[in-house]
């Protein structure tokens, strides 16, 4: 029986096959981290990487990638941008965030024009929400954002940790999240919020899965 490390690692050499060149938007994360691995091994055909995290620029400048500005990339250039998820439903709604980057890699898959979701069959649940939902918050907001977060059904618990943007997370428990669209929308309408880790609005185009019997491609 394959480890959950070597599913990743699976999964992550099958994302590779869709790096066929130009600038590839890179996610962060274990998962992620596999198919940093696996790009450097394919770095001669493509033009350089797009990161989604400090930690994920300084992995791929370790393996000699190199690392461009998004405000310096044309859509057109960015043809697939590929990251793990903390869960994922079959409708490629994404929970993600586990990481704590989920406002860059919110903007890294807008600009992309494929989202490329790579995960191991532990994460493809049928409701999203079991997992705490990350809410990166600006920090003289986090009580304001608390009480609402509350109010909206959920226990909203600060993370010991500071994101690249030098914000904080509330990790959000007990949610149960019918409706992955309205959720987002209505957590990103509260003042203080940066964004919240529902990727719903703008979902995964393919999912990669590694499961026990080799890799399943979704797509949308
Ligand atoms: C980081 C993320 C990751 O994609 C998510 O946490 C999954 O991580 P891993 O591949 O280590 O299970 O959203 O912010």
Avoid: W
Wanted: hydrophobic fraction near 45%.
């Amino acid at each position: 029986m394959a480890s959950q490390d070597e599913l990743k690692q699976q999964v992550a050499k099958a994302a590779a096959e869709y790096a066929r060149g130009g600038i590839i938007g890179v996610g962060t994360g274990s998962t992620a981290n596999y198919f940093i691995e696996e790009l450097a091994k394919i770095k001669s055909r493509i033009d350089g990487a797009v990161a989604s995290s400090e930690a994920t620029a300084q992995r791929l400048r370790g393996h000699g990638i190199k690392v461009l500005d998004l405000n310096n990339v044309s859509p057109g250039d960015l043809e697939i941008y590929v990251d793990g998820a903390d869960e994922i439903t079959e409708h490629m709604h994404m929970l993600k965030g586990g990481g704590g980057a989920l406002t860059r890699e919110k903007v890294v898959a807008a600009v992309a024009q494929k989202f490329i979701c790579i995960c191991d069959a532990t994460k493809l649940v049928p409701v999203l929400g079991k997992f705490p939902l990350p809410v990166e918050v600006l920090p003289m907001a986090r009580s304001h954002v608390a009480r609402e977060l509350t109010r909206l059904g959920g226990q909203p618990v600060l993370r010991d940790f500071t994101t690249d943007n030098g914000n904080v997370i509330l990790d959000v428990h007990g949610l149960t999240i019918v409706n992955p669209v309205e959720t987002e929308a209505k957590i990103n309408q509260i003042v203080g919020v940066v964004t919240n880790g529902l990727f719903a609005a703008r979902p995964a185009d393919v999912l990669l899965l590694a499961t026990q019997e080799g890799v399943r491609t979704l797509k949308r």
